[in-house]
Structures are given as structure tokens and as C-alpha cells.
């Protein structure tokens, strides 16, 4: 391909502290042909980046100064300088670059730098690539999960006035009390996590709070993705589109999906003990032998800690009070490291041996047993190679670790116990020291809250989940096109399919067309069907086994809301499989509630972590009274029990209104909307409506955001194209996908759809693809817009003889016979490029041409006497340029020869009489009238143009008139068919001519010769 050497590509500084500098590029030799496009019609969940070019750079001498001289091996990048290129440029950093073509900027994104080339001649190259703003923001994002997400501006008191105050859109953010709007901060909606017993009817109107979770609204995700360390100040986002949707993206919350209301601490120690001064003793004949059921509840061997070392602010998790025979009571449900470390001496007489053990001891329950749940054993002996003194001192160090869960209100200990000793009261173990630590430097620990905890927002805690693969799945759900502002290219821009193709309507789709008539190469053209592109199209949610997930799939075979599209045989098999799975929500005791738990094998709940989801908030519903407290299980009767948060105020704790997370919400224009792909074939909810029988509005996230587009795929008259167009800098400049694209060419015209460009420069023809418009319009009648009738002179144009001009004809297009998906002037505009095409050959074959050289000065009339003696007479020409017999006579004005109808025609000596068809068939020099009678006369009534069609082609029985000449003139006088009364004004035929009836007289005579044969 020939290359452009009017490219220029400048390298813009905008790293920190920068001050506006830039460089240049020298662009010789590059190609820069590059394919434009937004999506890919062949798999409709891609999403295409503007531009994505590789592109190779000659060394000259002013890129080897912008690259830096990089083929100089000992160059060094300072981090500290602000500058970008240059002495500095920096390989592993990619620089703004803006590229134009002339003085016409093209397009913008990031220069990254691939490699530099030295072949064995010396030539040096340097190969780089230039992507568009919305790759470089997803190679950002790409490595980084959702749980890298910061959301501790939310961090806040988990209690009942939080709960309560987000339900109003009432927060926290830094601290501070906030009061927002739906989208913004967290919501506490009602869920069943499992973290209690399954529904009771004990307890139809007692709520665990377990069952509120702060749930980050779907906005609040995407501020985070766009607010974290290298995106921000890069990049903004704006989510736009209808009302509707943009109500309904506001609503969408995010339900904590972990299997506990928890959060995991960075590796640390979350509290710690000592016991540091005055050695505690312990003997072997003070106290009660171990025996192997652990039964023992006496605590003579406890260890008693006197100092806290760390974690005070920690006391809502450990709760220990440093007192004789206490127990270190564990106020969290926590998942961490436990380490006990003891120094210890222990002591023999001769002969004497031991078995020490440092123990830790838990239980659950506070009116349990405690029982054994890591230890550390050493035996000891009489040393006989010792001198033989009254005791022998062992030193040693006993250190237990292990990871264990520990329920809220359990308690745990940790002993010294002195086993397997002979019978000598003299064996003693004497504790130096100890050091108990709850939670580790180097693994984290996961917290279950409780009331009154600091509740730490994290993004879906449990999942490993790719920012970049959550996003691809909202933009796949909801059906989003991704783009660069035009106006900011830093500015992504979210937006549905039917928004972004807002102006492909029949209101929008004329006023805002580009006109690319002038720019179509007309040379060759390429249509491909656009039904072929898929078989089958389904549409999955990731498959989960909570409750009514796994009942759904069990009974039916597929996941809750799935949905597959049968396309034509032609087509592979294609799918949209999104990271969320999809929340059948059930109906208890008149509340809508989404059930994210499984089933026991004992038929009881069990908390567990689920797929993400997606849910929609949709506010306060009213309900029947409930109160929020603590469901638990009593160890002593292994049954369930209700406490009040607060026995004295319940008040304050009982509600008739619940806040609700369900699975579909009434959109703004009131429409039910499930967020689900298919219709279900079983819903578990009863109240807010049936998918079945829900009104008539759009119902499933395919029906309001895929449906207008399949429709599109699946249409016959929907068609690829492929052509070649001339298009300059400036149409780059400008390129905008939203905007349909028209043009007439040698195959017709029509209204289009652009897919792609493929574009080098503007002295080579672009490839450009495009799909024929599809209106869906509720504006549209089912069978489209048609054509007004249009009629036009056509004039013969193959006329070769000097003085002669061809006949014109008229040339008439029926109603109804063009249709139009956009407006009637679309319809009509078809109609008139039929006459402009089709009459053209038509006024050629029937056509004369005519002598409109030589004129004639004549009377008009309707009889010799009244011809030969008008005053005020008329030009005329003829076929022949004579007035002799078989010369036919036109009308000769605007350039148009027009024939007339029969009558008479006269000078001051002759008069001449023509036919039907203006050829003059009889002559003479005088005539007088000799009375006016009247004759009949079959005539048949219609408008000016369908009167010859009506006539000929026999739709409507002639009747019979009375006029006052033997055929009908100028003047005439057309009575009914008695001759007493006047006709009505309007247009006549006998098949050959119309006629104009004005107040009982012909007043104008049109040939019915021009019309075309047939009218369907």
C-alpha cells in the first residue's frame, strides 16, 4: 500500500509535575491503516477500542532524540525527573500521543513502546503500538481483583441505627453521616444468609439481625474501579442511557456474598497476653490427675496472664478479664492462629520422672465442658549422670500453634498439666513466663461482627474476581456499549444497545444521517446475510446451589433465568456467560426475600458463600410486623431460642416494613423488569407480580436490552454490506458510530448502520462495513410507511436532430407501491428515484421528438369559429415544424413539449382539427356554429392522475354524460345523463385524455398517453 507522509503523531507529557511539554515523531514510511469499530457484529458481547495499531519508526535523527537514544546501552531513567521522552523516555511507561493527518487530528491514545530493532547493517527501528484510551484502561485494571477494591470510606458501627439509616439512603463516608441518594453507600437489606434456623413458624415475625449485611450499591463499584491507584486521574466513567435505565442501574445493589458477615485482618496479631512476672507454680499433688474423657472442671492449672500486650482497641473480639480462674472469652466468631508460649522449669527428685503438657482447652457454650484443642507434651526423668543433689532442674520451652474457629461467647484456656509422675509431691513445674497470641504476623484473620463492631466494607471478600472480568459481565447483563467520550477521550462512557443507537428511529433517523452519497465508490459491493451469524444464542448465568438455585436446576434441568435464542442452521453455537448467578427470591410471610443458603443433610441451614450477584433495592415494602434480634441454639437442649437486642425498649427493634432486595423492581416508567435473561418456568415470589401475567410491559433483562437487537439479527431484509468509500481526515476526525449513514448508489439507496471502518489515508479508498437500518418504533405501523402517488414530465433526451427537442412525457408512480421502515418522505423519495430512473427509458421508447424551432400563433377552442377568431392566440409547435396533416401539435413552454387533446386549432385563414392524440386530422379555412346540442358520452370519474388509470383499466363502470360537442374540448359543456344538470367539478377520462370539469365545463385536457400501462 502506498504510505501518507502526512501523518504527524506528537508525543504529549502528562505525568505529574509535567508542564505541557511534548515531541514529535517523524512519520516516514509508517502505516497507519487501522480498523475502526465499536463492536463486533459476529459476536455481539465483544466491544471494540477506537484504534489498536502497530506501528515501526525509522531512526532518524529526531526519534533517535525522542526515544532517548535507546540503542545507547549504558542510558539511565531517572524516576524523579518529570519528563516522559526524550534523555528520559521511559520504556515501561506509555505516553498521551495525539495523531493527525494534516492539520486535522485523527484520533488519540497511548504510545507503548514494544521493542528497538538493530539489524546486521546498522539500521535501526523502533516498533511501538498506539491503542485507544479504552484498551489502556482495561490493561490497567486487568491484574487487579475486586477485593484490591478500597472501600473503607465506608467502614462504620455496625448497629441497628446504621441498619436502619441506610434503608432512607442515610450513610456513613469518612466518618461522617451522609444522606444520599439511591446508588450512592451501602443499604442493609433483608436477606437469608443461613445464619439462623430455617423458617419457623416460632418464628414468622422474629428476624436474626444475621439477616442484614451492608450491600454496596453497583455505582459504588464502578467509583472504586475508577477511583484507585492508576486509574484515577486517568480516567473518568459516565453511565448513561433512558430514564429507565439509568433508574435501574441506580437501584442495583450487591449482596455481601461470604458466608459470614466478616472481614479478613491483615496478617497481625489481634490481641496478645503475657504472663511476665512472679512464677506460677503448679504440683503434681495439687491437683486432680487427667484423665481421657476430659471432664475435668477444675482450674487449679490455669495459667493467669497479668498483662495485656496488645490490642486494646481490639476488645470487642477478645474479651479477657486478667483475674484468678478466669477464662479469655472470645466475644467474635474468628478463624485464626492461636500460639501459646511457655518457658518453664521443671523440677525432680532422684529417681523421679514426669509428663508435662501445655494445653490450650475451648468450649463453645460458657455452661459447657471444655475440652482439648491443641497441646504440647514433654517427658522428663531423673538425670543419673547428674551429681546427686535433693532436685534436678530441667529448663524448657513449650510452644503450641494451630488454626482453629472460635464461636462467639466460647471461652478458651490454656493449662500446664503434670502427668504420668511418680507418686512424690515434690514434682513441680514453675512457669517463667508465657505468651499467648490470638491471631499472626504473617496470616490473616477473618472476624464474624457483631452488634456494636466497626463493619469493614471489602469487595466480595471470599471471591477471587478480576475487576476487569465484573465489569465485562455488567456491560454483558445490561447490554452496554463502551466508548470513549468524543468530546473526552478520558471519559468512558457506558450506555445500552438501544441508547446508543438512539437516533436509528423514525423521528431521529433523516434529521441526523450523514450523507456519504458522493464519498461511495459504486465500483463494488458486497451483501452477506446477517441471520447466518449464530445457530443458537444463549444466555447463562454462573450456576450456584443455594436453595432455590439448586431446587430450580434439579427440577428443570437449567439455571434460574436462562435463555437460548434459535438463530438459522448457517451460524455456530455462541453464548454470553456471565460471573453472576441469577437469585430466585421466595415469598415468607409476606416479604420477598432472597434465601443465599443450602440445605444440611439434616435438613437445616447452612450459611455459604455464593457467586456474586446483582440485585435490585427497592426500598422500604410494607409487611407484617417483625422483630430483629438474635436466633441461636441453646447447647443445653440443642434447640433454638429468641432474644430481644433489647428486652426493655422492643419496641425500637419491631418493624411493619422491611427493605427489600428482590430479583425484579418496577422501573420508572413502571414497567416489571426481572433481572433475569428468560422467562422462568417457576417463580417462588407471590407478591409485586407474575412474569406470566405482569401487564404488558417488558419483563426480562433480554426483552429490554437484547430483544430490539435480535430482532435486527433475525430480520430477512437485514443485511451486511461491504464496500469501498473515499473518506478524508476530516470524516476520521468525526467518525461517530451513533450515527446512521445514507447513501444512493448504482444499487439503490438506503439508510445504514456503520460496523467498521478500515482506514489508511485520505488518498486511499476505505473499506468500509455496514448493516441496512432496522427501525423497531412503536411510531411505525405494522406494515411500514408508504408512498404518496408522484407523478412527473419526463422529457426524451435522445433526440439527435438540430431545431428538435424529445416529447415530454408525464411519467406516474401509484400509491402504495413503495414501503419505508423510517417516514412517508422515505417512501416517497423511492417512488421519485423510480420516475427519475424508470421514466427516463420510458420517455425514450414512447416519446417523439418535436420541431420546436418553427412556431405556430393559434386560437385554442372547442369549435373552428371561436379558434379562427380569438384575439389573444397561443404559440404552438409541431412534430413536424408544419401545420400539414398527420403533424402533431405540443404545447412548447419551460422547455417542455407537451402535447394537447383533441380540438380545434386556428389562425386568421385556417383552422385545423386534431385527434386524441393532437395529431391533426382535418383542416379547412372557415366554419360556423350550427347550434349547440348535446351528444352522449362515457366518461369515468376519478382524481387528475388515477382518472386515465381508473378508466383504463376498467375498475369502475363508465357512465354515460351528455356534452355539448361531438367529443370533448375546451369548453365543452358536461351535463349528467338526463342533460338538465351540471356535473360536479373534478377530473373525467374516457381512457385517452382527462378532463378538467370547472362549473360545468372542461377547462383542461391532459393526455392520458404519458401514464404508464398498469397500475397495481
Not at 982 to 1008: E, M, R
Amino acid at each position: 500500500m502506498t504510505q501518507n507522509n502526512n501523518y504527524q503523531i506528537f508525543l504529549i507529557d502528562s505525568i505529574t509535575g509535567s508542564t505541557g511539554n511534548y515531541a514529535t515523531l517523524d512519520c516516514e514510511g509508517i502505516d497507519l491503516t487501522n480498523t475502526f469499530q465499536v463492536a463486533d457484529i459476529a459476536d455481539i458481547s465483544k466491544r471494540k477500542d477506537a484504534i489498536s495499531k502497530t506501528i515501526t519508526f525509522k531512526n532518524s535523527k529526531n526519534n533517535a532524540l525522542v526515544f532517548g537514544n535507546l540503542s545507547n546501552l549504558n542510558r539511565v531513567v531517572d524516576d524523579t525527573v518529570n519528563l516522559s521522552f526524550l534523555f528520559n523516555f521511559n520504556i515501561t511507561k506509555d505516553i498521551d500521543c495525539q495523531v493527525y493527518e494534516g492539520n486535522t487530528l485523527i484520533f488519540v491514545g497511548k504510545l507503548h513502546f514494544i521493542s528497538a530493532y538493530r539489524d546486521k547493517l546498522g539500521n535501526i527501528t523502533y516498533q511501538c503500538s498506539i491503542k485507544g484510551y479504552l484498551v489502556d484502561f482495561f490493561n490497567k485494571i486487568q491484574d487487579k481483583l475486586l477485593s484490591d477494591l478500597d472501600f473503607t470510606t465506608f467502614n462504620h458501627t455496625y448497629d441497628m441505627a446504621t441498619i436502619k439509616n441506610s434503608w432512607f439512603n442515610v450513610y456513613q463516608k469518612n466518618g461522617v453521616t451522609v444522606t444520599g441518594t439511591t446508588g450512592q453507600g451501602y443499604v442493609y437489606p433483608l436477606i437469608d444468609y443461613g445464619t439462623s434456623v430455617t423458617p419457623d413458624t416460632a418464628f414468622d415475625n422474629k428476624i436474626d439481625y444475621g439477616s442484614f449485611r451492608p450491600a454496596l450499591y453497583l455505582k459504588e463499584y464502578f467509583n472504586a474501579i475508577f477511583n484507585q491507584s492508576g486509574v484515577t486521574g486517568n480516567y473518568r466513567y459516565t453511565v448513561t442511557g433512558s430514564t429507565e435505565f439509568v433508574d435501574e442501574f441506580n437501584k442495583a445493589i450487591m449482596p455481601n456474598g461470604d458466608s459470614d458477615f466478616s472481614y479478613s485482618r491483615t496478617p497481625g496479631v489481634i490481641f496478645e497476653l503475657a504472663k511476665t512476672i512472679n512464677p506460677q507454680q503448679y504440683n503434681a499433688n495439687g491437683q486432680t490427675s487427667y484423665d481421657s474423657v476430659h471432664s475435668r472442671n477444675e482450674f487449679n492449672n490455669l495459667v493467669i496472664f497479668d498483662t495485656i500486650v496488645s490490642g486494646a482497641g481490639d476488645q470487642t473480639i477478645i474479651n479477657p478479664i486478667l483475674a484468678d480462674d478466669t477464662k479469655i472469652t472470645i466475644n467474635n466468631k474468628i478463624n485464626t492462629t492461636i500460639t501459646a508460649t511457655a518457658n518453664v522449669v521443671t523440677s525432680l527428685v532422684a529417681g523421679n520422672k514426669a509428663n508435662v503438657r501445655c494445653v490450650f482447652e475451648y468450649r463453645s457454650d460458657p455452661n459447657g465442658q471444655f475440652e482439648s484443642i491443641g497441646e504440647s507434651n514433654k517427658n522428663y526423668t531423673w538425670d543419673y549422670s547428674k551429681p546427686l543433689f535433693t532436685y534436678q532442674f530441667h529448663p524448657d520451652t513449650f510452644t503450641v500453634s494451630f488454626t482453629h474457629q472460635f464461636d462467639a461467647g466460647g471461652q478458651l484456656a490454656l493449662l500446664i498439666f503434670i502427668d504420668n509422675y511418680d507418686n512424690d509431691s515434690n514434682v513441680t513445674v514453675n512457669v517463667i513466663n508465657a505468651d499467648l497470641k490470638i491471631g499472626s504476623a504473617v496470616a490473616s484473620s477473618t472476624v464474624t461482627l457483631n452488634l456494636g463492631d466497626t463493619a469493614v466494607l471489602v469487595g466480595q471478600n471470599s471471591q477471587k474476581i478480576k475487576q476487569a472480568d465484573f465489569l465485562k459481565s455488567v456491560i454483558q447483563m445490561f447490554n452496554l456499549y463502551v466508548y470513549p467520550d468524543p468530546e473526552d477521550a478520558h471519559n468512558i462512557i457506558f450506555t445500552p444497545y438501544n441508547d446508543y443507537y438512539s437516533n436509528f428511529t423514525a423521528a431521529n433517523i433523516i434529521n441526523t444521517a450523514l450523507d456519504w452519497t458522493n464519498k461511495i465508490d459504486n465500483a463494488s459491493f458486497t451483501q452477506t446475510p446477517v441471520s447466518d451469524i449464530f445457530n443458537l444464542y444463549t444466555f447463562k448465568f454462573k450456576q450456584d446451589s443455594d436453595f432455590y438455585s439448586k431446587y430450580y436446576i434439579d427440577k428443570y434441568g437449567d439455571t434460574y433465568g436462562n435463555l437460548t435464542i434459535t438463530g438459522t442452521t448457517n451460524g455456530s453455537d455462541k453464548s454470553i456467560e456471565l460471573i453472576f448467578g441469577s437469585t430466585p427470591v421466595a415469598s415468607y410471610n409476606g416479604r420477598n426475600v432472597p434465601w443465599l443458603w443450602e440445605l444440611n443433610t439434616d435438613n437445616t441451614k447452612k450459611a455459604k458463600v455464593t457467586v456474586p450477584r446483582i440485585l435490585f433495592y427497592n426500598g422500604l415494602v410494607n409487611c407484617p410486623s417483625y422483630e430483629i434480634g438474635k436466633i441461636q441454639l441453646s447447647a443445653a437442649t440443642q434447640t433454638y431460642y429468641f432474644s430481644s437486642i433489647d428486652s426493655a425498649h422492643v419496641s425500637g427493634y419491631t418493624f411493619n416494613q422491611y427493605a427489600e432486595a428482590n430479583e425484579y423492581t418496577l422501573s420508572s416508567n413502571n414497567e416489571f423488569v426481572d433481572l433475569t435473561f428468560g422467562q422462568p418456568l417457576e417463580v417462588f415470589y407471590t407478591s409485586g407480580g407474575i412474569l406470566n401475567n405482569f401487564g404488558s410491559g417488558k419483563k426480562t433483562l433480554y426483552d429490554r436490552y437484547y430483544a430490539d437487537q435480535f430482532a435486527e439479527l433475525q430480520d430477512s431484509n437485514t443485511r451486511i454490506i461491504e464496500t469501498t468509500a473515499y473518506l478524508n481526515e476530516v470524516d476520521i476526525q468525526n467518525l461517530d458510530f451513533r450515527k446512521p449513514v445514507y447513501f444512493n448508489s448504482v444499487l439503490g439507496h438506503n439508510y445504514f448502520k456503520l460496523l467498521s471502518v478500515e482506514y489508511s489515508n485520505s488518498n486511499q479508498p476505505s473499506t468500509i462495513k455496514l448493516q441496512t437500518a432496522y427501525i423497531n418504533d412503536s411510531a411505525v405501523v405494522s406494515d411500514g410507511f408508504w408512498n404518496d402517488i408522484y407523478a412527473t414530465f419526463v422529457r426524451k433526451n435522445d433526440c439527435t436532430t438540430s431545431g428538435y427537442t424529445g416529447e415530454a412525457l408525464y411519467y406516474l408512480v401509484s400509491a402504495h407501491k413503495y414501503n419505508s421502515l423510517v417516514s412517508v418522505a422515505d417512501a416517497n423519495a423511492m417512488a421519485a428515484n423510480e420516475a427519475a430512473t424508470s421514466g427516463q427509458t420510458y420517455a425514450n421508447a414512447n416519446g417523439i421528438c418535436v420541431n420546436t424551432a418553427t412556431t405556430f400563433s393559434l386560437g385554442f377552442a372547442n369549435n373552428p369559429t371561436v379558434a379562427t377568431s380569438m384575439t389573444g392566440k397561443t404559440n404552438f409547435v409541431t412534430s413536424t415544424g408544419t401545420l400539414n396533416s398527420g403533424a402533431t401539435i405540443f404545447s412548447y413552454a419551460g422547455g417542455d413539449a407537451t402535447r394537447n387533446i383533441s380540438a380545434y386549432y386556428g389562425n386568421d385563414t385556417y383552422w385545423y382539427q386534431t385527434n386524441t392524440l393532437s395529431t391533426i386530422i382535418n383542416s379547412g379555412t372557415t366554419a360556423s356554429l350550427t347550434g349547440m346540442t348535446y351528444d352522449d358520452y362515457y366518461l369515468s370519474g376519478s382524481t387528475k392522475y388515477l382518472s386515465c388509470q381508473v378508466a383504463n383499466d376498467g375498475h369502475t363502470t363508465y357512465i354515460n354524460y351528455k356534452i355539448s360537442d361531438p367529443t370533448p374540448r375546451i369548453g365543452t359543456v358536461v351535463k349528467d345523463s338526463t342533460g338538465t344538470s351540471l356535473v360536479a367539478d373534478g377530473w373525467y377520462s374516457d381512457g385517452t385524455n382527462g378532463y378538467s370539469v370547472v362549473s360545468g365545463a372542461i377547462a383542461d385536457i391532459q393526455s392520458c398517453r404519458g401514464l404508464p400501462p398498469t397500475i397495481s
